[in-house]
T-cell receptor
Framework: AQSVTQLGSHVSVSEGALVLLRCNYS??????LFWYVQYPNQGLQLLLK??????LVKGINGFEAEFKKSETSFHLTKPSAHMSDAAEYFC?????????????FGQGTILTVHP | DAGVTQSPTHLIKTRGQQVTLRCSPK?????VSWYQQALGQGPQFIFQ???????QRGNFPDRFSGHQFPNYSSELNVNALLLGDSALYLC???????????FGQGTRLTVV
């Protein structure tokens, strides 16, 4: 079975500050890992994905994440927060093959950005 | 290119009723997955359809059923609605289930 734990249901940063959203996973097989963002009353948008290539993954809007197998982590970072980054962020894991599309999500982290 | 489209956007139903939600996948996609997102929670996988058959299923009761049509669009049916079925229902499409999923805007279902 796979699971995802997102540490911190709410994270608050100042505009221009570093954003760090934490994600730890549990998987019995090499995982595929994803970060999605959800703006109010909208669906999910893919920020980035790890699929066993480079361990440092760059995504859209200046976000990146590093896969650390020894720590079973896939934390999301952005060097400088922007007001438009305020949203809810979800980490997700899936298996490979035909199970690639079956995502197991974490509980989400709401990011607030203060001026 | 239209992305994943879902209808309706909002729906209010009474306990015990049945509901049908609809999803059209992104152009070029043939696999549709459905998720339930309760308030304050992450989405939970309901099931996935490929080639008009249910290929994978999450931990949801048989009250939740689906269908995929030859044009790859899909329906989610929920029978005997419970108050706890109130949630945002998200549809995601992909190609063969091997590519990343693109999500629709969701259908907000309220059961009263």
């Amino acid at each position: 079975a796979q699971s995802v734990t997102q540490l911190g249901s709410h994270v608050s940063v100042s505009e221009g500050a570093l954003v760090l959203l934490r994600c730890n996973y549990s998987s019995s097989v090499p995982p595929y890992l994803f970060w999605y963002v959800q703006y109010p009353n909208q669906g999910l948008q893919l920020l980035l994905k790890y699929t066993s290539a480079a361990t440092l993954v760059k995504g859209i809007n200046g976000f990146e994440a590093e896969f650390k197998k020894s720590e079973t982590s896939f934390h999301l970072t952005k060097p400088s927060a922007h007001m438009s980054d305020a949203a809810e962020y979800f980490c997700a894991v899936s298996r490979g093959g035909t199970s690639y599309g079956k995502l197991t999500f974490g509980q989400g982290t709401i990011l607030t950005v203060h001026p | 290119d239209a992305g994943v489209t879902q209808s309706p956007t909002h729906l209010i139903k009474t306990r015990g009723q049945q509901v049908t939600l609809r999803c059209s996948p992104k152009s070029g996609h043939d696999t549709v997955s459905w998720y339930q997102q309760a308030l304050g929670q992450g989405p939970q996988f309901i099931f996935q359809y490929y080639e008009e058959e249910e290929r994978q299923r999450g931990n949801f009761p048989d009250r939740f059923s689906g269908h995929q049509f030859p044009n790859y669009s899909s329906e989610l049916n929920v029978n005997a609605l419970l108050l706890g079925d109130s949630a945002l229902y998200l549809c995601a499409s992909s190609r063969g289930g091997y590519t990343e999923a693109f999500f629709g805007q969701g259908t907000r279902l309220t059961v009263v």
